[in-house]
């Protein structure tokens, strides 16, 4: 899996958008953009993933850039309950999964304050 | 509701005991994950299986066993040649038609 590159940690005011930036400059065409989340002492969340086209959810969007060495994960109206680690992860997609499994990094710590 | 259940939530245990850690999930899913977290750091790959009774090593494997002898549970045991075996410890499964990995809520294990 191609590996990822993210700020420690970055604050939010609460009710702005948090917009987290992951780097992945070795990604392979095959391979998509996965965003998690973890609150602390809770197990990882699934928070969207993407190849290469914009997607949005009911949680965040997720814009990739053209050339896909980068992309940033939109919260658009953070709250006190988004306070989390932020993982970013580039991997294959679940249809070819098998005999691999996700590699996390150390995420970005956000941190949104009132 | 589907979900993954890890049991117990913290775990106390005396140095030198094996002691085994239980995942079980109700998602059909396929494949299962066990990984390990230290205070401060991200989540690191014990074991995975992609099938049943079918498993691969993770990048911290030596230490730890698993089995998975059915579908819905991959119990990990920490055995006593782990020398540091306090920690969080996360439960993961997934399948080809999930989105992404659902998580259980983790066992803090703590060795004394």
């Known amino acids: 899996d191609a590996k990822t590159t993210q700020p420690p940690s970055m604050d939010c005011a609460e009710g702005r958008a948090a917009n987290l930036p992951c780097n992945h400059s070795?990604?392979?065409?095959?391979?998509?953009v996965y965003w998690y989340r973890q609150i602390h002492s809770q197990g990882p969340q699934y928070i969207i993933h993407?190849?290469?086209n914009n997607e949005t959810n009911e949680m965040a969007s997720l814009i990739i850039t053209e050339d896909r060495k980068s992309s940033t994960l939109i919260l658009p109206h953070a709250t006190l309950r988004d306070t989390a680690v932020y993982y970013c992860?580039?991997?294959?997609?679940?249809?070819?999964?098998?005999?691999?499994?996700?590699?996390f990094g150390k995420g970005t710590t956000l941190s949104v304050s009132s | 509701d589907g979900g993954i259940t890890q049991s117990p939530k913290y775990l106390f245990r005396k140095e030198g005991q094996n002691v085994t850690l239980s995942c079980e999930q109700n998602?059909?899913?396929?494949?299962m994950y066990w990984y390990r977290q230290d205070p401060g750091q991200g989540l690191r790959l014990i074991y995975y299986?992609?099938?049943?009774?079918?498993?691969q090593k993770g990048d911290i494997a030596e230490g730890y066993s698993v089995s998975r002898e059915k579908k819905e549970s991959f119990p990990l045991t920490v055995t006593s040649a782990q020398k540091n075996p306090t920690a969080f410890y996360l439960c993961?499964?997934?399948?080809?038609?999930?989105?992404?990995?659902?998580f259980g809520s983790g066992t803090r294990l703590t060795v004394v």
């Open positions: 299986s992609q099938i049943v009774n079918d498993f």
């Open positions: 992860i580039v991997r294959v997609g679940p249809a070819n999964q098998a005999g691999t499994a996700l590699i």
């Open positions: 998602l059909n899913h396929d494949a």
């Open positions: 993407g190849l290469k």
């Open positions: 070795t990604i392979s065409g095959n391979e998509y």
């Open positions: 993961a499964s997934s399948s080809t038609a999930s989105n992404g990995y659902t």
